[in-house]
């Protein structure tokens, strides 16, 4: 397979103004006739004609109403090529067929459980229709589906509906029509027997908007959640960017076969299921939170993807990491900044760090690929997020929405690029990005090395700070970063003192913003009467890793009283990391483990302090994981021995604090009906943390709380936090919990992806066998995306002491399924060839394992480009 390069981009030769399609629906052939209004692209001009199409039958092509003879024109199984066009306008007509029934792959046209439903984006038009199937060709599109109305009663595309009606046969058509000008990956069409739930909506400037929610019949109960998700993003959408939409209608489908989470297509998002379904007994604390954020995430997308869209793939963060900004703030607007800001930073940290220091490294804006549906990476998304997050920090709120108001109001209706959005925002917050670009274009973290020096003599408190990035595939040299970090200087009373840099008359802020730009820099400040502990990076201002000449009583101090949240937890998770990697270390050598009692000392604090909020604390008082503890360690990783010292550590923390646990437990306990806002959640989640602790604890009194929790639970939250504690004890206990929860919830496909994967990410010795068993469970099948992920992702990905068993039966299995997958479901298969990434950085023995595999799948016969990819990037 070749690789596609941004240097080699070009505008498409034909421009397309408009696009009507009908479409005929049936299972093994779907009709398609498509008319396309097309005209020579003044700005390239001519030449042959290429349009894509992959899996189609091609029965006529007609240009200007007349149809072309097959010497006319090559078809092959990747495009429609016509060489001869007339100069200026023209109408070409094709008439095709494509196999919704047959289509595994989840992409263009399918089923799912019996609907039809697309997905389109990156490429999956080109599987419905000959089309110029990239995203700076935006055309105009009408639809008109035409179905069988026993089988599809209710018809859905794009837009709003113009018309409907029956037809002879038991037939009818449905036809819509959007006219804001799309990129045919923001296509959908959707049409089965659906439910739907409606509320409506005004917009700012008076719009009347219909809302409405499809779902499979029998669901309308669980979507109450959503729906409000969904108003309060549209709210905050107007207040916090001034966008307000566009259509009388919004429309969300939820199904669940579906590749990813959901897809933001124009006035029709499709959503994965997961995220859409929620009622107190099926949904926990955080599929609530998911589906708000993913509501918000699609929805912010209709001003950030779709009015402005991008001019080809490479600029993918360009929507993706702006809109998971924009829903990242909405979240913190809606729920804790503080705690949001924690999970925003473990997830870039569990997953953006390993890719970025992994073979799979690659700029937020890639320069080439192989398969483009490989680069929905948490690079671009989670670390593009980053980057706007640092010019937000850069120039403050009110210039960054300057910034974004002229970006929408020059590309609105555009295909843009990141330079595009760069101008706009150094034009609109008036400030200089030149050097800030690198950040787009360079893969890899950068590492700040500080070093505190403070000189009581001068009263002043030095810090020097250094850059370097470590080499990456293809980037052996980095050039300089522009970092913006935050510090504050807490003083020996805990408070923070007033900042004033060398060269300022007078202090002011107590957090302020130190722009490292060189390799090495020195900041100076003055007025410092007594010594203080510095509080680096405060709220995670840049994704990079830091390392300074703070000591272990430094972070205890910081976790006791830095005012700035994020670092607060931060300070606790570097004590407990020091503590944990040193005990592997002690592990390994035969050495004396030690008990972490400021930890214990901390927790005691933390859950004595009544003002704190509960979500916090829960925060506070978890351990990190053993991925994150074999990231820090990086090379030779032991995971038996991770295992071990964060187990043990976690018992002895238990037994010295339990009656505060246990007291905690208690007061926690949420009286009256569930609801899932941010407040009884976080109370929930400190009460689980709790719970968590307790339940290991030597004596086994845990193991009675954790099933009487379990039986008592009267909402999902509770009810799945019990039986995760129990499936990693290996009592009967265990095996009853686990049978209760099968034949309450046997019937909803939604909750038994939480029992398959609390038994795939059991740390019990068993769990490979469990996950070999459960594949031929009923409650399992290969071809659902959810099913894939609930079981055998989990296992490769969080069960790390059980997938990496040194005599490699675990990747052995998960190589055979991706190889399994491969055949159906290309871009599923080479997600979860991904758990390979991070392979080098175990001992040598699981690094030849995991090679032998990943070679396995290089080798094998007749694999997807997708897998390839993976594969043979990952071996590199
Ligand atoms: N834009 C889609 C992702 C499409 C993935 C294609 N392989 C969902 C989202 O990011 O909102
Ligand atoms: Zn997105």
Known sequence: PRAV???????????????????????????????LKMRTNPASGGGPLVLDGEKLTLHEVRLNGETLSPNAYQVDGRHLTIPDLPAGEFTLETVTTCGPEANTALTGLYLSSGIYCTQCE????????????????????????????????????????????????????????DPFPKPAYLFALVAGRLGHVEDKFVTKSGRKVTLRIFVEPGNEDRCAYALEALKRSMRWDEEAFGREYDLDIFMIVAVSSFNMGAMENKGLNVFN?????ARPDTATDTDYASIEAIIAH??????TGNRVTCRDWFQLCLKEGLTVFRDQEFTSDMRSRAVKRIADVRLLRSHQFPEDQGPLAHPVRPDSYIEINNFYTATVYEKGAELCRMIHTLVGPKRFRKGMDLYFERHDGEAATVEDFLQALSDGAKIDLTQFKRWYSQSGT???????????????????MTQVCAATPGQPVKEPYHIPIAVGLVGPDGKDMALQLDGEEKPHAKTRVLNLTERTQTFRFRNVAEKPVPSLLRGFTAPVTLSSNLKERDY???????????????AAQR??????????EAIRTGGKRRRGTAFAEMIRKVLADKKLDPDFAAQMILLPSEQAIAQMIGKDVDVDAIHEARETLRIAIAADVRDDLKRIYERMKVDGPYSPDAEDAGRRALRNACLGYLAFLPDGSGVEMAAAHFDGADNMTDQIAALGVLANIDVQERTR?????????????????????????????????????????PAFTIRNPNKVRALITSFATANQVRFHAADGAGYALVAEKVLELDALNPQVAARLLGAFKSWRQFDRKRRSLMSRQLERIAGAEGISRDVYEIASKTLA
Do not use: C
Not at 134 to 146: C, E, S
Not at 298 to 303: I, L, M
Not at 556 to 570: G, H
């Open 5 to 35: 390069l941004l240097k080699d981009y070009a505008p498409p030769a034909y421009l397309i103004d408009t696009v009507s399609l009908e479409v005929e629906l049936d299972p093994a052939a779907t009709r398609v006739h498509s008319k």
């Open 122 to 177: 990156a490429q999956g038009f080109r599987r419905i229709t000959y089309y110029l199937d990239r995203p700076d060709a935006m055309a105009v599109f009408t639809t008109r589906i035409v179905a069988d109305e026993k089988v599809a009663p209710v018809l859905l595309s794009n837009g709003n509906l113009v018309k409907e009606g029956k037809l002879a046969s038991g037939k009818h058509f449905a036809e819509w029509h």
């Open 273 to 277: 299921d997961k995220y859409i379904l």
């Open 298 to 303: 699609e929805y912010f997308h209709n001003w």
């Open 446 to 464: 950068p590492e700040v090395l500080v070093s505190g020096r403070y000189d009581s003599a001068r009263e002043t408190y030095t810090l020097k």
């Open 556 to 570: 205890v101090f910081l976790m006791a009283n830095d005012s700035d949240p994020f670092n607060r937890w931060e």
């Open 575 to 584: 004590y407990a990391s020091g503590l944990l990697i040193a005990n592997v």
């Open 737 to 777: 919990a686990l049978e209760t929860f099968y034949e309450q919830w046997k019937g909803d496909h939604l909750v038994m992806d939480k029992w398959l994967s609390i038994q795939a990410t059991s740390s019990l010795p068993r769990a490979l066998d469990d996950v070999k068993s459960l594949l031929h469970h």
